[in-house]
């Protein structure tokens, strides 16, 4: 993907300054490892004579972050200050904040946010770090932060209050999810879109349909409200979660009527999904044959060939893999593990390896291709496969990465009751070459 779809437009005009961004953001794509250093990058990006403003680097480390290469976000945001010199905002400390949180943990996160400045700790600052608790599930911390915001008079507008009901509604703490909503009618702040669809998935999560269906045709009542498709898909997992399907329906119906141009990629993947978890197969290839042509990518392929195996259509299922696999220029091991799955949940292990040893033919698989099939071979109690895959799984991971914990603990449990020690030394081993 390019960059420049991302950035937005170049300021007054510079189309110039957009293409050299747009440059570095490729360079910065270049490179496969997310967890690698981009610094030596930046600094050679400098010394070719490249310039770069804040704007621009605000925006790759948005894009960044946004295309979850939070490592290279963060050190972005650091290149920014500790080589270019520029000084912080309070909005670059909220982001840095964040992504503190995301790399490093909580820890780091709190320390970074002790530390900051008494200009800079303002109600972005703090927005940061109760989304940061929120996203960790700590609730005591999370509000005391929110307290501390009323104190402070940060608590002016909806964002917090979303943050909680979000909070709230993953923790299952759902009689906290009232009192809120009374504090926001007492202080005359507004129910955004982001509040109510919250309040709606909280009420899904509790299975309170009667209560889901009053705020939904509150919303639709409502002049003042646009009720978005994203709303009438939260909708209509509530139904199919407590299996109304007929209602289900009606839901993703107005997915797709009100769904708008620019959304219709994002909502043909939900749409995918939902089709698929109604048991409705006709309807699923109709929003697959009529949106494919237009908003083919392979995401979509890979949640039609998820949705398919939910069907049990694993005929269809290996048809949209080929028509994949015909068509796609960068290979994607995420689309062949949907189907490897499939297989391996049927037990054709036969095709399952026949599936990855074509793959594999001048390509190097992912980590969580081999662990599928440990996990596959573990299942059907088969397990020397299962010590052989997981073997090759911990030997395609990078850095950082680790191997399914059961898979882990089945596999060395059976090479000790068969007493293979060298086979268990050899495990520990990658294992710590992972580490190292």
Partial sequence: MKAI???????HGKVSAQIEITSLYDRIQAIRDPKASISPLLNQYIEEGHTVSRPQLRSLVRAMKDFRRYHHALEMSQWMTDCRYLPLTPSDVAIRLDLISMVHGQEQAESYFNNI?????????????????VREKFVEKAEATMQKMREMGFVTSSFPYNMLINLYSQTENYDKIEPLIQEMERKSIPCDKFTLRNLMAAYVAASDICAMEKLLNRMDKDLHISVDWNTYS???????KVGLIDKALEMIKKIENNTPISERPTAFKHLLSLYGRTGHKEELYRVWNLYKPTYEHTQAYSC??????????????????QEWESK????????????LSAYCEKRVFDKAESLVSKAIEGR??????????????????????????LKKA?????KGWKPNPIILEACMEYLEGQGESEEIEEIVRLCKELKD
């Fill in 394 to 398: 911990i030997s395609a991971g990078r």
């Fill in 328 to 339: 796609c220029t960068a290979y994607d091991f995420r689309i062949l593990n949907r189907l």
């Fill in 304 to 321: 039609m060939i998820a949705s398919l195996r939910k069907l049990d259509d694993i005929e269809g299922a290996e048809k949209i893999f």
């Fill in 234 to 240: 939260v909708a209509a997992n509530g139904y199919l």
């Fill in 117 to 133: 400045p008494k200009v800079l700790k303002n109600h972005s600052a703090y927005g940061a770090l109760l989304s940061s608790y």
């Fill in 364 to 389: 190097t698989a992912y980590p969580t291709t081999w662990s599928i099939l440990a996990e596959g071979y573990m299942e059907d109690k088969q397990m020397p496969k299962a010590v052989e895959m």
């Fill in 5 to 11: 779809s991302f950035l937005g437009r170049p300021r």
